[in-house]
């Protein structure tokens, strides 16, 4: 048996954003003991044939974590040892906002899937600023996921990303313009050549 298969009934009995937050909370309370090197020790693979070299960045391997796990970079040292090649944080938005209102998470079990309807909740920008500023490096690269404020109309989103981008991008490896938050407000609106190229020359410059 492995950890999952233990774990999995346990984690089954809490609605799914609450397992999810205590999975999270485990991997925080593990982050930077020696825990976390046992955890290195048996999961991370090194093999040069993994190695992915792309966008100026080497990836250890192919496999990486998408946003939306980590949305506030709180464990990207305890991904790193469990054997990921790149861990993405966010979606960060300029300021603190909370998401959608709960419940907003869902499993579908025959499916082995989640619905996700959690919006952009996170801390904003400065605190995850900050946080990845601080913190040792992982060993793997991190991604840093920008979105749009819910406060910012389209008009407004070139400057609400750069906001963003200033507050994080000293700690990031590499940036995702996320335009495509299907459960958030505005972004959609965001979808067409002239916004793109308004929120991405913005961020060039």
Do not use: W
Request: aromatic share 6%; hydrophobic share 40%; net charge negative.
């Amino acid at each position: 048996m492995d950890a999952y298969d233990v774990a999995r009934p346990l984690l089954f009995r809490l609605d799914a954003e609450t397992a999810h937050e205590t999975v999270h909370s485990g991997l925080a309370a593990v982050q930077g003991t020696p825990v976390e090197r046992l955890l290195a020790r048996r999961y991370t693979v090194t093999d040069d044939r993994l190695t992915v070299d792309a966008f100026g960045q080497s990836f250890p391997n192919p496999v990486g974590v998408a946003a939306g796990f980590d949305k506030n970079a709180e464990v990207p040292r305890a991904v790193a040892a469990l054997g990921f090649g790149h861990v993405e944080v966010g979606g960060v938005t300029a300021r603190a906002q909370p998401g959608n209102p709960r419940p907003r998470m869902f499993r579908l079990v025959e499916d082995r899937a989640i619905v996700n309807r959690m919006g952009l909740n996170n801390e904003g920008a400065d605190a995850v600023g900050e946080r990845l500023r601080e913190q040792p490096d992982p060993g793997i690269p991190v991604g840093v996921n920008v979105a749009l404020s819910e406060t910012a109309d389209s008009d407004e989103a070139p400057e609400d990303y750069r906001d963003t981008y200033e507050q994080v991008a000293a700690g990031a490896d590499y940036l995702a313009v996320n335009v495509s938050c299907p459960n958030s407000e505005g972004m959609r609106d965001l979808q067409n050549r002239e916004s793109l190229e308004a929120i991405l020359g913005t961020l060039a410059d």
